[in-house]
Each structure stands twice: as structure tokens, then as C-alpha cells.
């Protein structure tokens, strides 16, 4: 028994001094602080500073794996690291973390902490413990990240492409939200939409959505076709933007399929 406690001490020293550790720990402040933030704002007692704790956690994760893909690869700051799908991910937690809280954005990294938590715990954490439960927790984790990580990334596309875009459009209209917080945005999207199928396809629904409703209504009104033709300009110069860029070579798919060695995990 005493050599058992002894072994786990050990290595549990040795798994503390690793940075996946850190990465792990920065996901788990994401969720905890994402769920405390949520029911905040469920109950309309809303606290911001569990939003905040919520996006260092995700600066932290970010930065580290950021850190090990710079160690391994030995790059520099140059194309491929700006080309990198967590550096994106990492400008834009900053981003959102040092503007006023807006509830949409902090989904995606919520729902990506989840998957990355549970796979490490299953991965690393559970088989440190030597006890007959283990297995059973081991295979539940693994029958909800096999069945629900696809459905979730495709959630999490739509979120980014339909909740947060428009959520800023909407702010912009109202004033509540700054032209330079939708410019940032559309801008990570652009980049998305190269690296991402489900980005892509989320946009690529989402237009043809659109175009249904807008493009050619029956029975079109003068004030439809004004709706129409400012929906048509926007569309273009969007295109346009769009069409500038190039395929890049980033990390894991989708954000949330990046682990602290830039794999896939789908």
C-alpha cells in the first residue's frame, strides 16, 4: 500500500511538471468559470468576472500549446506560426477578454474546453488511478467524444457564423457594439473559413440561406428591394475580402480538435 502511494506521488510530481498539465488546467478553469458565468446570466445576476477567469483559462491553454509548437518546431515568429489555427484562436480570446463581455463569444471556447478536458482526463489523469471504476468512466468519456465531437464542432461553427456575427451586426446597429469589434471578427472568420470545413460549410449554408430570403423575395416591395440590393452589395465586398486570401497551413481542425501537440482530435 505505502509502495502504491509512493508511485502515485511520483508520478504525479512528474505530471505536474509537464506543460500539457498547464493546458489541462487552463481548459478546466474555462469550463468551471464558463458554467458559473452561464448560470449568472441565466438567473440575471450576471458576473463578469467569471467571464474573465473564463478566458484566461483559454489564454492560458492557447499560449501554452503556442509555446510547444515553437519549441518543437524551433520556427520563429513568421508565416507558419501566423498561419497557426491556436495563434487565431489566441488573439481573439485576448481580444474578446479585454472587450466588455459579450455572452455569445465565450460558447466556442466553452464547448472546445469540454472535449479537451475529458480527453485528457481519460487520457492521463484516470489510468494514474488504480481502482476497478476507472474503466467505466474511461469508456462512457470515450462514447461521448466519439458520438457528439463532430455535432459539436458543427455547433460551434454555426455559433461563430450565426450568434457571434450577428450578434455584432446587431450591436453595431444599436450602438452597443464597436465597427472595430465586427472588423476583428470577420477577419477571424476569413482565416476560418480556410482552415476549417466546418466553418466553411456553416458559411456556405448560411449564404445560401440568406439568398433565399433576400434575393428575389415574391412579391417585392420597394422597401424589400432596398433590403435586397444593400444585402447584394454587402454580400460582394464580403466576397471580395474573401477571395483575397489563400489556403494556410494551420493546426488541428475546428479550434476545439487542437490538443497541446497541434493534433486532430475527430
Keep these: 500500500m505505502m509502495t502504491e502511494q509512493v508511485s502515485l506521488q511520483a508520478k504525479l510530481k512528474n505530471l505536474v511538471q509537464q506543460r500539457q498539465f498547464y493546458w489541462w488546467l487552463g481548459h478546466v478553469c474555462v469550463v468551471c468559470n464558463g458554467l458559473f458565468y452561464f448560470s449568472s446570466v441565466l438567473s440575471l445576476n450576471t458576473n463578469e468576472s467569471y467571464y474573465k477567469r473564463a478566458y484566461l483559462g483559454a489564454l492560458l491553454s492557447y499560449a501554452v500549446v503556442i509555446y510547444n509548437s515553437i519549441g518543437v518546431t524551433h520556427t520563429t515568429i513568421g508565416m507558419n506560426l501566423l498561419c497557426d489555427e491556436n495563434v487565431h484562436y489566441f488573439v481573439i480570446a485576448f481580444y474578446w477578454y479585454s472587450y466588455h463581455p459579450i455572452t455569445v463569444t465565450l460558447i466556442p471556447f466553452f464547448v472546445f474546453s469540454i472535449f479537451h478536458t475529458l480527453t485528457y482526463t481519460k487520457s492521463t489523469l484516470l489510468p494514474l488511478l488504480c481502482i476497478p471504476i476507472t474503466s467505466q468512466i474511461e469508456s462512457k468519456i470515450q462514447h461521448f467524444t466519439d458520438n457528439y465531437h463532430t455535432t459539436a464542432m458543427n455547433y460551434v461553427a454555426y455559433v461563430e457564423v450565426i450568434g457571434i456575427l450577428g450578434r455584432l451586426i446587431l450591436g453595431i446597429i444599436t450602438f452597443r457594439t464597436s465597427v472595430l469589434a465586427l472588423i476583428v471578427f470577420v477577419h477571424f472568420l476569413r482565416l476560418r473559413y480556410f482552415l476549417s470545413s466546418y466553418t466553411r460549410d456553416a458559411l456556405e449554408t448560411t449564404g445560401r440561406y440568406l439568398d433565399t430570403l433576400l ?52
Design 215 to 266: 434575393i428575389l423575395p415574391e412579391n417585392k416591395s420597394t422597401q424589400w428591394t432596398v433590403v435586397s440590393n444593400l444585402y447584394i452589395s454587402l454580400k460582394r465586398l464580403i466576397i471580395r475580402y474573401g477571395g483575397g486570401g489563400g489556403e494556410g497551413g494551420g493546426g488541428g481542425e475546428g479550434g476545439g480538435g487542437v490538443t497541446l501537440s497541434n493534433e486532430k482530435s475527430k
